[in-house]
């Protein structure tokens, strides 16, 4: 270690379902420089100090979104959080909010898969075309209307910041909610009339509340919000337009 190495203390939540009734919090103390991460202290303390810690990893560059959790009850990238912004107090870590514990820090994410999959999140050909018949062509301004919500990494950051889905979760969740806007907004895409029985169901985008910390944590500025809010006015659009169509025909 270098001479600018100082000690913080790490309280991370442990639980070990095999011996652990209940979560509770170890404390280590854990030495650090000014350019090592949450992510690189609980590096330390699983090869140096206690290898029984288990949390998930893997791009260390806020790419790939597995490490995600509540730090100092604020969700974030733990790979893209300092430790040097909480010295000298304390920094906690825990597994994000919202979601069952499977093992210390790392957090079932069954149900946000499941919604994830219930979108069908890749494009949807409007119709089938022959290799000859060439690429599905698009202009730059037709990719900028979804750009933005492309760059979601599915961390589920904003599922953990949401109040409601805390409280329902049987809520689609404003990350789903974006990835959903962005197919859908897809030039290309022929799959937006099934996608928008998923916003216009209880369980869709009138379930937000509005609140917004959603887009506040994302770290990748996807605005998950935003997506939700359009959607209601998309859903409210399909519910006046559908009184617009004649009888019998299907809305």
């Known amino acids: 270690m270098s001479e600018q190495t100082r000690t913080i203390q790490m309280e991370v939540l442990r639980y070990r379902p095999e011996q652990d009734s209940e979560p509770f919090f170890q404390t280590y103390s854990v030495p650090f420089t000014d350019d090592m991460s949450v992510l690189q202290g609980l590096h330390y303390i699983k090869e140096e100090l206690d290898a029984t810690l288990s949390y998930r990893w893997s791009c260390r560059m806020a790419i790939c979104g597995s490490c995600g959790m509540m730090i100092n009850r604020v969700p974030n990238l733990s790979c893209h959080t ?68 492309s760059s979601c990494i599915n961390c589920m950051l904003c599922y953990a910041a949401c109040p409601q889905y805390g409280l329902n979760s049987d809520f689609i969740g404003p990350g789903v909610m974006a990835l959903l806007h962005r197919y859908n907004e897809d030039t290309r895409d022929g799959g937006q009339a099934e996608r928008m029985q998923i916003v216009n169901a209880e369980e869709g985008v009138w379930s937000c509340t509005a609140v917004g910390y959603c887009s506040v944590v994302c770290p990748k500025g996807v605005d998950p919000a935003n997506a939700v809010n359009v959607n209601k006015i998309n859903s409210a659009k399909d519910y006046f337009f559908g009184f617009l169509k004649p009888k019998g025909e299907a809305k």
């Open 82 to 149: 300092f430790m040097r912004d909480y010295y000298p107090g304390a920094i906690r870590v825990e597994p994000l909010d919202h979601f069952p514990i499977e093992r210390d820090l790392v957090i079932g994410a069954d149900d946000f898969i499941g919604k994830l999959e219930s979108i069908k999140p890749y494009i949807v050909p409007k119709e089938i075309r022959h290799l000859d018949q060439g690429e599905y062509l698009q202009t730059p301004a037709e990719r900028d209307r979804y750009e933005q919500f």
